[in-house]
């Protein structure tokens, strides 16, 4: 799924390390779903969403709407 | 893969089931051969080195159980499943093959040696497409 989480973590500084220790899930798991191989499920999802402050359509790109620009 | 609370535990259980079915084997296969069980003995020793085997196939699941990182579990569940395709269809091609005469016997706990090589198929599969890519 297309998601905006690079640029999110890249403007707050943060290594995908970093991102992963706030959400408790493994580096792996942040490359996996920063690089579209791997669709969160719903829970981690808004726990990305809350970590960011942001709604989770202003993270991840509905499949249904295409690009993310 | 992350060394995560889950995979250490997964790591150690199965490090100690194989010194545990080593151990198990080798006292069996001596205890055969010197003819120094029989009866329901017989059947104990006989079987303690498949309870190693399947305390492994117990590690697995309690690894899948325990793992918190959803996408680690994702991958050890492909991981299992891409062994259960490759064990089950290379147990059913021999077993039809050995049916009519065309290979020779092979014991059938040799299904569970080719589902552990299954897990590395698998590995490689997460691997080259794409759910454990450029890691």
Request: charged residues 20%.
């Amino acid at each position: 799924m297309i998601n905006r989480l690079k640029v999110l973590r890249a403007e707050r500084g943060w290594s995908q390390g970093d991102l992963a220790e706030r959400l408790e899930v493994s580096r792996q798991s942040v490359n996996a779903i920063e690089t579209g191989r791997y669709d969160p499920s719903l829970p981690l999802a808004f726990r990305i969403a809350e970590l960011f402050a942001l709604p989770i359509e202003a993270i991840f790109v509905s499949p249904s709407k295409g690009d993310a620009a | 893969m992350s060394r995560t609370p889950a995979m250490r535990h997964y790591r150690t259980r199965t490090i100690w089931l194989a010194l545990l079915y080593a151990l198990t084997l080798c006292s069996a296969v001596y205890c055969f051969k010197h003819q120094l069980v029989s009866g329901p003995v017989a059947w104990i020793v006989g079987t303690l080195p498949a309870l190693a085997i399947i305390g492994v196939f117990v590690a697995i699941g309690r690894y899948l159980v325990e793992e918190q990182d959803e996408y680690l579990r994702m991958l050890m569940v492909r991981q299992t499943l891409w062994a259960s395709g490759f064990a089950l269809s290379a147990a059913t091609l021999w077993g039809f093959l050995e049916a009519f005469d065309l290979v020779g016997h092979i014991e059938p706990f040799y299904v569970a040696v080719l589902w552990f090589g299954g897990l590395g198929l698998g590995r490689c599969a997460n691997r080259l497409f794409g759910a454990d890519a450029a890691l």
